[in-house]
């Protein structure tokens, strides 16, 4: 009871973002809508995906999401690799893990505009991005909307390499607002000044 009192007053709406939400394995969302009663927006490009995440996240608050996400809107592919948690909407990101066995027409989302939709608050809890080459696209797009989230954990390249946010390649506007907090081998944790 103690640790889900500390960590609902450490944000100012008990809410998580998760944009390429894959499903329970691995997730930055799950447990804190349910072992913590946050609400979700999980965001998913992969349409297989989706009815996985519909099961393993049954009986939670969450809206979903079926959409790639980057800096700009249309009509993309999806390539699909070696495994079902690797995919992007860049061939050659999805090249690195294996072979790209097929491919995906899937809706190109931008952030803010999903944000939007879903009357996600300005300043949210926790905005988690794992999107294999488009994770500072969205993170700058996210920032450079007003949105403000307290935690973002971003998955990175190399990410043990980043001693700071000043060797991190985005733009000066987010470094101003953001510190780094923490790193796993493939996340940066940065929390909101």
């Not at 954990?153 to 101003?176: G, H, I, N, R």
């Amino acid at each position: 009871m103690l640790l889900s009192e500390m960590i609902s007053r450490s944000v100012a709406h008990t809410i998580v973002v998760d944009v390429g939400a894959y499903g329970r394995s691995g997730s930055n969302s799950y447990d804190l809508m349910r072992h913590f009663g946050w609400r979700g927006l999980l965001i998913e490009p992969n349409p297989v995906l989706c009815g996985r995440i519909s099961r393993e996240f049954s009986g939670l608050q969450y809206d979903l999401v079926n959409a790639a996400v980057s800096s700009h809107e249309g009509v993309g592919t999806l390539y699909l690799g070696v495994h079902d948690e690797i995919s992007s909407i860049h061939r050659e990101m999805t090249a690195h893990w294996g072979e790209v066995h097929s491919e995906v027409a899937v809706t190109v989302r931008r952030l803010p505009s999903i944000l939007a939709e879903n009357h996600i608050p300005f300043d949210f809890g926790v905005l988690s991005i794992d999107a294999e080459g488009e994770g500072l696209n969205i993170f700058e797009d996210v920032i450079a909307a007003g949105y403000l989230p307290k935690w973002v954990v971003m998955e990175v390249y190399d990410a043990p390499s980043y001693a700071s946010l000043d060797q991190f390649p985005v733009a000066e506007s987010a470094k101003a607002r953001y510190r780094l907090v923490g790193k796993t081998a493939p996340n940066i944790i940065i929390e909101a000044l």
